[in-house]
């Protein structure tokens, strides 16, 4: 079996990882970090994604290259082609690591985004404000995730404290400035196509995010059929126009039954980590098959699943394990304010044994407001 070379080495890449042992799979891990996470389950090059002589010798140990991090430099990306087989293409990784750019394909492909436009200095603030209306949001088009490199701006009085705020990266990483979405729900589509441009979804998930960042994803949404065929139109449209290879997630607003694209990953992604114990096949492992060009397995769900991020620290397992279908994932990270730790993904057969299960850990693990939206959805639509 073939030896995969992951960019980045935090917890999607030790999934990633964990995923493609079963099958047989090799590994090596480029990441700045010697001790990165995946390095407790993989061997590791430690060097920067910039780094030649890094990328040299972590493109001579591997067959074929992923990401697990969308931020690598663009032209590292080219480089290593020139030596390994890249999945995603290079030109996907550029599109999705600049906000302008993902923003620009999704209206040529007639998905709806909010009103957004371009910021490079302080007077053109005030004209994308005039243009877009507030509420919005200042973000920077590249190197921002979970929220990070974001300012929101509740009316034209705050432009100098958003320029405070982010002015400062206009010229090395650039500025958007989006309208604000009164969304009634988050979703994402995670998806993966194979090199021949077979195409498969899991179901679309439900996604509540705290101070920007991933909180719980519920799967499948309850949304309409129509709704979710719509949304994974979107994400099969793009995936062709940037024949993409391997899993991606697509974000998506949704007001007053409209969708809007709000970004895509180009990697597996957290909404989707509950595709390892609530569906037929994985994304992480489906992300491999999609690389390595194997056939892709089922993305059925199997029941209900819903996925508790862990931010800063672990909990106490006990309450999760004790759950008929609770199943626990601890990272190896070090605890630390605003990190991505670990998660828990509860399953059931009907949603209402899965609002149970969640009162049951929210009570436990003193989480009840993590968990009750989720709750409340599950009992507005119990069937
Ligand atoms: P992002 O980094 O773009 O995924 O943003 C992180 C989170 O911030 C999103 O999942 C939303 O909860 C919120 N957010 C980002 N952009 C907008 C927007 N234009 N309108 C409303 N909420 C937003």
Redesign the pocket.
């Known amino acids: 079996m073939k030896t995969v070379g992951i960019l980045g080495g935090g917890q999607l890449a030790r999934m990633m990882v964990l995923a493609g042992t079963p099958l047989g799979v090799r590994f090596v891990v480029l990441d700045p970090a010697a001790d990165a996470c995946a390095s407790q389950v993989a061997p590791m090059v430690a060097g920067s994604f910039a780094d030649t002589q890094a990328l040299d010798e972590f493109a001579s140990r591997a067959d074929v290259a992923t990401f697990d991090f969308e931020n690598v430099p663009s032209a590292s990306a080219e480089s290593l082609l020139k030596r390994v087989p890249v999945f995603p293409n290079p030109r996907a990784l550029a599109v999705a690591q600049d906000r302008l750019a993902e923003k620009t394909l999704f209206g040529e492909l007639d998905i709806p985004v ?1 009103p957004f436009a371009v910021v490079d200095n302080r007077a053109q603030l005030d004209e994308a404000i005039a243009k877009v209306g507030t509420p919005c ?1 200042l ?1 920077t088009r590249r190197l ?4 990070k490199g ?1 300012f929101r701006l509740l009316s034209s009085d705050d432009a100098d404290a958003a320029w405070d705020a982010l002015g400062a990266q206009a010229s090395r990483v650039g500025l958007i400035l ?4 009164e ?1 009634d729900r ?1 979703l994402s589509v995670v998806a993966v196509r194979d090199r021949h441009g077979e195409f498969r979804s899991w179901p679309v998930t439900e ?1 509540w ?1 705290v101070d ?1 960042v991933l909180s719980a994803s519920l799967a499948p949404a309850s949304v309409s059929d129509a709704m979710a065929a719509v949304a994974t139109r979107h994400a099969r449209k793009v995936a062709d126009a940037l024949d993409y290879v391997g899993v991606f997630a697509l ?1 998506l ?1 949704c007001r007053n039954g409209e969708l809007l694209a ?2 895509m990953a180009p990697r597996v992604h957290n909404s989707g980590h509950w595709t390892i114990e609530g569906a037929e096949t994985s994304q992480f492992q489906n992300h491999l098959r999609a690389v390595l060009g194997l056939p892709l397995g089922a993305t059925r769900m199997l029941g209900h699943a819903c996925m508790l991020n862990w931010i800063g620290k672990m909990p106490a397992p006990e309450a999760v394990l004790a759950e008929p279908s609770g199943h626990w994932h601890d990272y190896g990270k070090a605890a630390r304010e605003g990190r991505k730790v670990g998660h828990a993904t509860l399953r059931a057969d009907s949603r209402q044994e899965l609002a149970q299960a969640l009162e049951r850990v929210g009570v436990a693990l003193g989480r009840q407001e993590q968990v009750a939206p989720v709750i409340a959805r599950l009992q507005a639509t119990a069937s």
């Open positions: 909010a949001i973000k921002g995730y979970d929220g974001q989006e309208g604000f979405v969304f988050e996604n995010h920007g974000e607003f709000n970004e």
